[in-house]
C-alpha cells in the first residue's frame, strides 16, 4: 500500500496553532477509525500522541487534538511551545491487518 | 516498568542477514501482538510486520515477504526480526513496537543496522 500523505513541514509561532495534514484513502484513513499520531523528536523512538483519531493518552497534553474528515486525518497543536519542534507521523490500520504510515511533518517552532 | 529493549547496532555486509531482538516487560506478553517497523536516515517510518505473541500467527507487509522473518519465544517474552539478503538500502533503524486493538503504542528504543 501508498504512504499516507502529509506536507513535508509546517511552521508557526510560539502561542499559534498549527494543523497537519494526513490524507489516505477509502481503505485506510476513510475506512476506519485507528489514526494515530506520533512524535518524534532527532535520535529518539516515536511517541504516541493521539490514538484512534482523536484519543490523547495519559500524559499527553490537551494542546494536542485530533479529527478526521472523509479520507483525511488532521493533527492540531494550539499554544504552540518550543519543545513541540519535532517530526510529526499518522499510521492508519489499513484493512488485512496490515498498517500504513504518513510521510511525516516537520514542524518548526519560529 | 512497561518497555521493549532491543538489542545493540549491527554492522553487516550486502547479502548477509541481521537479526534484532526485542525484549519485552512489564506485561502480559501473550496479550499483544509486536510489529516490526523501520526508519531509514532522514526518512519516513516503514511498517514490516508482525507476530502475535499468544498464537503466534504472522502478517508480513508485501514489500518484505521472503526476506522477513519474525518469531517469538514466550518463555523469554523475546520477539525477533531476521532480515536477509542486505541490501545497501535497508540500513535503518528498527523499531518493534506493541499493538493492542489496532494501536501501536509502545516503541523500544530502536537498533541501528548498517550495510556497508
Redesign the interface.
Known amino acids: 500500500q501508498s504512504?499516507l500523505t502529509q506536507p513535508r513541514s509546517v511552521s508557526g509561532s510560539p502561542g499559534q496553532s498549527v494543523t497537519i495534514s494526513c490524507t489516505g484513502t477509502s481503505s485506510d484513513v476513510g475506512a476506519?477509525n485507528?489514526v494515530?499520531w506520533?512524535q518524534q523528536h532527532p535520535g529518539k523512538?516515536?511517541?504516541?500522541m493521539i490514538?484512534?483519531v482523536s484519543k490523547r493518552?495519559s500524559g499527553v497534553p490537551d494542546r494536542f487534538s485530533g479529527s478526521k474528515s472523509g479520507n483525511t486525518a488532521s493533527l492540531t497543536i494550539s499554544g504552540l511551545q518550543a519543545e513541540d519542534e519535532a517530526d510529526y507521523?499518522c499510521?492508519s490500520?489499513a484493512g488485512d491487518?496490515?498498517?500504513?504510515?504518513?510521510?511525516?511533518t516537520k514542524l518548526t517552532v519560529l | 516498568q512497561v518497555q521493549l529493549a532491543q538489542s545493540g547496532a549491527e554492522v553487516k555486509k550486502p547479502g548477509a542477514s541481521v537479526k534484532v531482538s526485542c525484549k519485552a516487560s512489564g506485561y502480559t506478553f501473550t496479550s499483544y501482538t509486536m510489529h516490526w517497523v523501520r526508519q531509514a536516515p532522514g526518512q519516513s517510518l516503514e511498517w514490516m510486520g508482525w507476530v502475535n505473541g499468544g498464537n503466534g500467527n504472522l502478517k508480513y507487509s508485501q514489500k518484505f515477504k521472503g526476506r522477513v522473518t519474525i518469531i517469538r519465544d514466550t518463555s523469554a517474552t523475546t520477539v525477533y526480526m531476521e532480515l536477509s539478503s542486505l541490501k545497501y538500502e535497508d540500513t535503518a533503524v528498527y523499531y518493534c513496537v506493541r499493538e493492542g486493538h489496532w494501536l501501536l503504542d509502545l516503541w523500544g528504543q530502536g537498533t541501528l543496522v548498517t550495510v556497508s
Open positions: 504512504a476506519y485507528y494515530a506520533y523512538a516515536p511517541k504516541l490514538s484512534d493518552p507521523y499510521c490500520y491487518y496490515t498498517w500504513v504510515f504518513g510521510g511525516g
